[in-house]
């Protein structure tokens, strides 16, 4: 499984639109990986997650072809995971598909489904370019050559989900826009005996002290790996990302990487790519 982190950033991106702060006057000057877009993930060249407002810039800068994707999860509704606008631009009437291009397949919670409000058959577009599908949690869907499981995510928006991937004896879980998992999460995810090799969470609060629900910063990245451990569905072989990264977490990039170095975390960027 290959997995390509298009974007890393949180919903301003780093540098944040019209700020001045420290992290982000620093990405300017500096930029390389401390330039952060809103987050998206590409697996295996075939499934997206999430399609936030820098899809077309990850596109042209990655070399993707959006045309051929055939499947994407969203996360939730927030603009910057899901860009209604850009994805109606798959329409035939904006985009001159080949006679043959199969639907792009759009997966996604209740919040989803009203955001896109698709017809009885489950078409975004009129002239059926755009599929949506409505999944539930804790249920096991095939989706291409993946096996996807939404879970409810802690965050604030109408069913959001956090994903279990898997293929080929190889399972992730992409957990961005969520807090510490609710107990019915918790007890499916050690039920299921899943036994992870990529743990990709929510660091959008860096090193700031978070007072409110919804995010994560280290110190409750650090909870949830000690609670991933203490259940035996990660060990030592584990990669734990921390991923989602505002300006407002007040670390830049090498710093978040002493902090990851000590807490035995990879800081991600954009761009990274990591073969399982």
Request: aromatic letters at 10%; proline letters at 4%.
């Amino acid at each position: 499984m290959k997995i390509k982190y298009l974007g890393t950033g949180a919903a301003e991106g780093i540098p944040a639109l019209f700020c001045h702060c420290d992290i982000c006057n620093y990405a300017r000057k500096m930029k390389g990986k401390n330039i952060r877009t809103r987050a998206q993930l590409l697996i295996d060249d075939e499934l997206l997650i999430d399609f936030g407002p820098d899809t077309l810039m990850h596109s042209i800068q990655y070399d993707i072809e959006l045309a051929n994707i055939l499947y994407c999860l969203i996360t939730h509704t927030h603009d910057d995971h899901l860009y209604v606008d850009d994805l109606r631009a798959r329409r035939r009437s904006r985009a001159n598909l080949l006679p043959n291009t199969p639907p792009l397949n759009i997966y996604g919670g209740q919040g989803v489904y009203k955001a896109l409000s698709p017809s009885e058959e489950g078409f975004v577009t009129k002239d059926k370019s755009v599929l949506f599908r409505l999944l539930d949690p804790y249920r096991e869907y095939q989706i291409g050559k993946y096996n996807v499981i939404p879970l409810p995510a802690e965050h604030n928006s109408e069913s959001p989900y956090v994903y279990i991937i898997q293929k080929n004896n190889i399972s992730i879980l992409y957990a961005h826009d969520t807090d510490y998992f609710n107990e019915e999460t918790w007890k499916y995810i050690q039920e299921k005996k899943i036994k992870f090799n990529l743990i990709s969470l929510d660091c959008t609060e860096g090193k700031k002290h978070i007072d409110y629900p919804g995010h994560m910063n280290f110190e409750r990245m650090e909870i949830v790996k000690n609670k991933l451990k203490e259940i035996e569905v990660i060990d030592e072989k584990t990669q734990i990302i921390a991923n989602h990264i505002s300006h407002n977490g007040l670390v830049n990039y090498d710093e978040a990487v002493e902090i990851g170095i000590k807490l035995g975390f990879i800081i991600s960027y954009d761009g990274m790519e990591i073969n399982l």
